[in-house]
């Protein structure tokens, strides 16, 4: 069981604004590096954002990120039809001593 | 090109044991942290262990604490997994991952290269 949640699915028609959040704890989000990943079929995870807000050269600035105390939050914005995929938010955990993923938010585009 | 290829994968029953290599390429294994994320069919993706450039720090995901063991040889560029007491559950994807922060404190961690993955099946 995952100790950072975040919401199933959200969806959105091309062009509009998503958001999706990822709710920890002291222990990961609160204290530690925020980072998220986005996930397409049959491919390797991408990273997206690390280090709670930077982006990596060559990912779209359309991806954002925000945390503030033990949630953080990737935008999207002017989603696109290739957007859709999985995202998932990670970071380390002290309490358990590992490196922990969100329980994965499914993006569609409408 | 910079890339990390795992191999080793297949079926195998339960109990049984595999032994997962990645070999790095287009940059030097030695300065970074590397791990394995898992994925198993359906679900999402986990975190299942990290080793630190000089080995001298290895954590392992609760679920094979005890029956994994992780390893790297950065004269080979290569990251191995030992897996053993595999059970069902274990099936996933696999796939090696670098974590990019090249930073002394693992909090600062994030995956920032990973390998295509590898398919291991623990069946009967």
């Known amino acids: 069981q995952s100790v950072l949640t975040q919401t199933p699915s959200a969806s959105g028609t091309p062009g509009q604004r998503v958001t999706i959040s990822c709710s920890g704890s002291?222990?990961?989000?609160?204290?530690?590096?925020a980072s998220w990943y986005q996930h397409l079929s049959g491919t390797a995870p991408n990273l997206l954002i690390y280090?709670?807000?930077q982006r990596p050269s060559g990912v779209p600035d359309r991806f954002s990120a925000s945390k503030s105390g033990t949630s953080a939050s990737l935008v999207i914005s002017g989603l696109q039809s290739e957007d859709e995929a999985d995202y998932y938010c990670?970071?380390?955990?002290?309490?358990?001593?590992?490196?922990?993923f969100g329980t994965g938010t499914k993006v569609t585009v409408l | 090109e910079v890339q990390l290829v795992e191999s080793g994968g297949g079926l195998v029953k339960p109990g049984g044991s595999l032994r997962l290599s990645c070999v790095v390429s287009?940059?030097?294994?030695?300065?970074?942290?590397m791990n394995w994320v898992r994925q198993a069919p359906g679900k999402g993706l986990e975190w299942v262990s990290s080793?630190?450039?000089?080995?001298?720090?290895?954590f392992y995901a609760g679920s094979v604490k005890g029956r994994f063991t992780i390893s790297r040889d950065n004269g080979k560029s290569s990251l191995y997994l030992q897996m053993s007491g595999l059970r069902a559950e274990d099936t996933a994807v696999y796939y090696c991952?670098?974590?990019?922060?090249?930073?002394?404190?693992?909090?600062?961690?994030?995956?920032?290269?990973w390998g295509r993955g590898v398919l291991v099946t623990v069946s009967s």
């Open positions: 080793i630190n450039s000089g080995s001298s720090y290895i």
């Open positions: 280090s709670d807000y």
């Open positions: 990670a970071g380390w955990d002290d309490s358990v001593n590992a490196f922990v």
């Open positions: 287009g940059f030097s294994l030695r300065p970074y942290r």
């Open positions: 991952v670098r974590d990019g922060s090249m930073s002394n404190y693992i909090r600062d961690s994030y995956l920032d290269l």
């Open positions: 002291s222990s990961n989000i609160g204290s530690n590096s």
